[in-house]
């Protein structure tokens, strides 16, 4: 139990650490191989540590060395509003706020969402906690019938403990959760996020249901979202890929996202399929079913992109589908995306230059030992001259949120490879936000404005330095 007194709060840095603990030790209670997956990533991150060295000392640089082992992204899939406008006074207890809109309804699944994360650069460093929060498109649904009787189900349930929404409620008044408070506090909202193996509907709805989507029967169905993975990050998502099978894991195919690269641009992403779990139905005392739902997903991220950049991938991913059928799961979708990405390019100087990806700029130790009149001219410098001079360094600002197409794919995976539902784009973020209750945050203005204060910060450093030196 932490010192922290009675009177004073617990800060949400601390309290979504908590949290992120106690969610990966539920997970890891009840799926064991989510552990295997903790003890794989482990294992192969301290290889690649040791045998990058380069990578090592930016990483130690940076500050991320510390979140790696820490570093989780949980998701889950709520059906109503009231769900979703309630996740995010939770999440915002722990200093998580919405950032982005994701419509994946146009790659299949009847979802559009948000992504819950700090957005602070102390608070990332803290814990960069993240959960990919879905909310369920009812109007997707063709069969009108079926569509008013899943909304009635939802309607009846309650996913929040009522001790959860209380304390909520009284945070939010006094502006704050006592050391008690906070640990109450995470007791209860892991509760949201238990799974459990009956469903409150009887086999013949859950059947129809799950015939019109089998995502559809997942959120619907059940008591609560239950968290359907919760995803460590790999410092190298190829070799985990091909030693998952070796720890008994039944990997899916292919790893979505950016092909492998020198400089890891976004986020790549792999998992291992969806559990068939029992389950038993409302009203039958005999007989069980089954439901597919959560799997182990694992992810490497790489530096965030500009708009530019982000245009130019978004192009070249297009050109790559544009090259064959059935997406990710092509046989050839890897040679296919190996050789169209080899047009963009692949060092940190040249996405610097290129305007093309996002970059922290700190003072290095040469520049930090200027003169007096070398630091004030330095700041008035270009910062390409600086880094070329050796008196400041870039270093890439890592990816902190998703992308749809791969986030679709690792969905449809896992929902059965052969269920390929077609929408039309149904991008609909106004309406997302009405029922969130707030606005998203644009994630690269996010990036934008990390970028920003880091430029300000080395300028004001050197500034400083000149001050103090001539003094």
């Excluded at 603990?21 to 064991?32: I, K, Q, W």
């Excluded at 009284?170 to 799974?195: C, I, M, P, Y």
């Excluded at 998992?271 to 997903?297: C, I, M, N």
């Excluded at 390019?345 to 003169?371: I, K, N």
């Amino acid at each position: 139990m932490s010192s922290t007194p009675a009177h004073t709060f617990v800060p949400s840095d601390e309290i979504r650490a908590r949290f992120s603990s106690a969610m990966s030790e539920m997970y890891r209670d009840e799926v064991p191989q989510y552990g295997t997956l903790i003890e794989l990533v482990a294992d192969i991150n301290q290889r690649t540590l040791q045998a990058e060295p380069a990578l090592l000392a930016r990483m130690q640089r940076s500050g991320e060395l510390a979140r790696l082992g820490v570093e989780r992204h949980g998701a889950i899939r709520v059906g109503t509003a009231a769900e979703l406008s309630m996740l995010r006074r939770l999440f915002a207890i722990m200093g998580m706020e919405p950032v982005g809109y994701y419509d994946l309804s146009v790659a299949g699944v009847p979802v559009h969402s948000t992504a819950f994360r700090p957005v602070g650069d102390a608070a990332l460093l803290a814990n960069p906690f993240r959960v990919f929060t879905s909310l369920l498109r009812l109007d997707l649904i063709a069969d009108e019938a079926l569509r008013a009787q899943a909304a009635a189900i939802l309607a009846r349930r309650n996913i929040f403990t009522e001790r959860a929404l209380a304390l909520i409620a009284q945070s939010e008044a006094n502006g704050g959760l006592t050391d008690a408070e906070a640990d109450e506090f995470v007791g209860e909202a892991l509760e949201t996020f238990r799974w459990h193996s009956e469903s409150t509907v009887d086999g013949t709805t859950y059947d129809a249901l799950h015939k019109a989507h089998r995502l559809i029967a997942d959120v619907v169905c059940f008591k609560g979202p239950h968290i359907n993975h919760l995803t460590p990050r790999t410092l190298d998502i190829d070799a985990a890929q091909a030693a998952m099978p070796e720890r008994g894991m039944d990997a899916k195919d292919v790893v979505e996202g950016p092909p492998r690269r020198d400089c890891p641009i976004l986020l790549r992403q792999t998992s291992f399929k969806a559990l068939k779990e029992t389950v038993r139905f409302a009203g039958d005392a005999t007989g069980a079913g089954s439901h597919t739902a959560r799997f182990g997903e694992i992810e490497q991220r790489g530096v965030a992109l500009t708009r530019k950049g982000r245009a130019l991938y978004d192009q070249l991913l297009a050109q790559v589908r544009d090259m064959g059928s059935a997406g990710s799961a092509a046989l050839d979708y890897g040679s296919r995306l190996a050789q169209v990405f080899e047009a963009f390019p692949d060092t940190h100087e040249q996405l610097r230059r290129q305007d093309l990806a996002f970059y922290r700029f700190t003072l290095s130790d040469e520049g930090a030992a200027l003169a007096a009149g070398e630091a004030a001219a330095a700041a008035a410098s270009d910062l390409d001259a600086l880094i070329a001079r050796g008196l400041a360094q870039a270093e890439p600002i890592v990816y902190e949120d998703f992308l749809p197409v791969s986030a679709a794919g690792i969905f449809q995976s896992n929902l059965g490879g052969e269920e390929q539902k077609q929408y039309a784009a149904h991008a609909a973020q106004q309406a997302f936000e009405a029922d969130l209750g707030a606005r998203v945050h644009d994630e690269i203005a996010l990036y934008e404005q990390a970028q920003q204060r880091s430029i300000d910060q080395l300028r004001s450093a050197l500034r400083g330095q000149a001050t103090k030196v001539a003094a």
